[in-house]
């Protein structure tokens, strides 16, 4: 790894505490009705973690979703409570050092067991959904549609919580039978609210939202009492990542097939490239293409934010 570029952060402890709870890239404390959200550096395809880390890729996540958060804020209330280090739990503060620019203190709430994915353009499950039914979870499509083209409007696709593995994209009638009918509406409406807003946005900064998700959960009745359940829904998780979207340069969009990405494309390319079967041991990544993908986070953040990398 070259001198210029930071250690990668793989794993994090509080002290001598491990996390409460980890994912594929964040580590989680549990601190009552708070949680200390911490991204790492971690990358994963094809399912699984990779032996090499991104340098400050956590730090990509945790700000381009504070970016969104904020901007977003006026749609629906999200889960972020403070950012700054010197307001978490006390027993945070020590590792304020590792903690700042990849951390956030959030509010609890009971997390709704589907993703919320807004799609405006026909790409990745989509795409293959639409050339064998002409539709896409549901929603009928027009013939002739393209590769990547602009679909006539954007549309919700729900899709479950896998454990491991891909999520499964469901009709709405199936996250209906999961979230109930009311619940399910209001997520709909938030989600494409959300996108339209985002993508917006982005293109005004030169990137295409080819798709994106959002996770919404349910504060505690004593968070708002007197309120219904619709009432209380927040955004949660992360919001117009790298990692939860696809971003595609405008300036380079041509349909008809794949787009050049913001994401971890390269990675996925290289695996590709050196024609690893996709099961442990999991390979390390080479310099170049750590490089490569870390210019291309930080570079959808700044275009995105307008704003330099804490």
């Given at each position: 790894m070259p001198t210029s570029l930071p250690t990668p952060i793989l794993r994090t402890t509080l002290g001598?505490?491990?996390?409460?709870?980890?994912?594929?890239?964040?580590d989680i404390y549990d601190f009552g009705d708070r949680l200390l959200v911490v991204a790492t550096d971690r990358i994963s395809a094809f399912d699984y973690v990779l032996g090499s880390g991104i340098p400050d890729k956590g730090k990509v996540l945790t700000q381009i979703s504070a970016f969104w958060f904020e901007t977003l804020r006026t749609i629906v209330p999200n889960h972020v409570l403070s950012l700054n280090p010197a307001e978490y739990p006390a027993e945070a503060r020590a590792d304020a050092g590792l903690l700042a620019g990849r951390s956030m203190l959030v509010r609890k709430a009971a997390p709704l067991p589907i993703e919320c994915v807004a799609r405006g353009?026909?790409?990745?499950?989509?795409w293959k959904d639409y050339q064998v039914s002409r539709s896409v979870c549901g929603h009928d499509l027009p013939p002739g549609l393209r590769e990547s083209d602009r679909l006539p409007h954007p549309i919700f696709t729900p899709a479950t919580k896998a454990q491991s593995g891909h999520d499964i994209n469901i009709s709405e009638r199936?996250?209906?039978s999961l979230?109930?009918?009311?619940?399910?509406?209001?997520?709909r409406d938030l989600t494409l609210r959300l996108y339209q807003a985002g993508?917006?946005?982005a293109e005004s900064r030169g990137i295409i939202v080819a798709d994106t998700k959002f996770e919404f959960g349910i504060l505690p009745v004593d968070a708002a009492p007197g309120t219904s359940d619709i009432e209380r829904i927040i955004l949660i998780d992360?919001?117009?990542?790298?990692?939860?979207?696809?971003?595609?340069?405008?300036?380079?969009?041509?349909?008809g097939g794949p787009q050049p990405s913001f994401d971890k494309q390269y990675v996925r390319d290289y695996l590709?490239?050196?024609?690893?079967?996709?099961?442990?041991?999991?390979?390390?990544?080479?310099?170049?293409?750590?490089?490569?993908?870390?210019?291309?986070?930080v570079d959808a953040f700044r275009r995105l934010s307008?704003?330099?990398?804490q």
């Open positions: 001598q505490r491990p996390p409460d709870q980890q994912g594929k890239v964040r353009y026909l790409a990745g499950s989509g199936d996250a209906a979230v109930g009918d009311a619940v399910l509406a209001r997520v993508a917006t946005h992360e919001a117009l990542t790298p990692d939860s979207s696809r971003f595609w340069p405008a300036d380079a969009y041509s349909p590709e490239e050196i024609r690893w079967n996709k099961q442990p041991p999991v390979p390390a990544l080479p310099d170049a293409v750590v490089i490569r993908t870390r210019d291309k986070y307008g704003r330099e990398l």
